[in-house]
């Protein structure tokens, strides 16, 4: 055997690709009713999942002040994260509707998004993600998983409480 050849443990190890941000909103265009948009994380852990998102629609609200979430929907977290030295107060009020979270600017600007289960299939995630955005939707989180074929587990909806 050769020894002047690299053994495996010399090479760094691959850095690992950035996940895609698999979220659709509404054209700025439409009508503000219902629902924003909706996102499909790959997760249901908010540290993971949240820097991202808060980050991609202070675009849309401005730096992000509150991120409102179902807490039957996420595991536990801590009630604040820092994003880009941004502090951002996470609330778990059991108001937000089921499968939904709601991100605050700093001038109270709002989105309300539809979440579609991390374990849907593919094509019923992007069918509800499409649905979603669509600018004539005025359907609730459920009706919208519902209607794509998203299976849930039985929780109720109420209208995207803002």
């Not at 050849?5 to 054209?27: H, N």
């Not at 790959?42 to 991202?52: G, N, Q």
């Not at 794509?148 to 929780?155: E, I, M």
């Amino acid at each position: 055997m050769n020894s002047d050849l690299p053994t495996i443990d010399q090479y760094p190890a691959p850095r690992r690709a950035e996940r895609e941000l698999r979220l659709k909103i509404k054209p700025i265009t439409a009508a503000r009713s219902g629902v924003d948009g909706a996102w499909w994380p790959w997760s249901t852990a908010p540290a993971a999942e949240f820097p991202a998102l808060i980050m991609a629609l202070s675009s849309w609200v401005g730096p992000v002040r509150r991120l409102a979430y179902r807490p039957g929907d996420w595991q536990p977290t801590e009630p604040t994260m820092t994003v880009e030295g941004w502090l951002v107060r996470l609330e778990a009020p059991h108001t937000v509707a089921a499968n939904t979270v709601v991100l605050v600017g700093q001038d109270l600007r709002e989105l309300c998004l539809v979440v579609v289960p991390s374990s849907t299939p593919g094509g019923a995630a992007r069918a509800a993600l499409h649905s979603a955005s669509s600018s004539d939707t005025v359907a609730t989180a459920t009706d919208i998983l519902f209607s794509n074929g998203v299976v849930l587990d039985g929780q109720s909806d109420t209208a995207c409480r803002r």
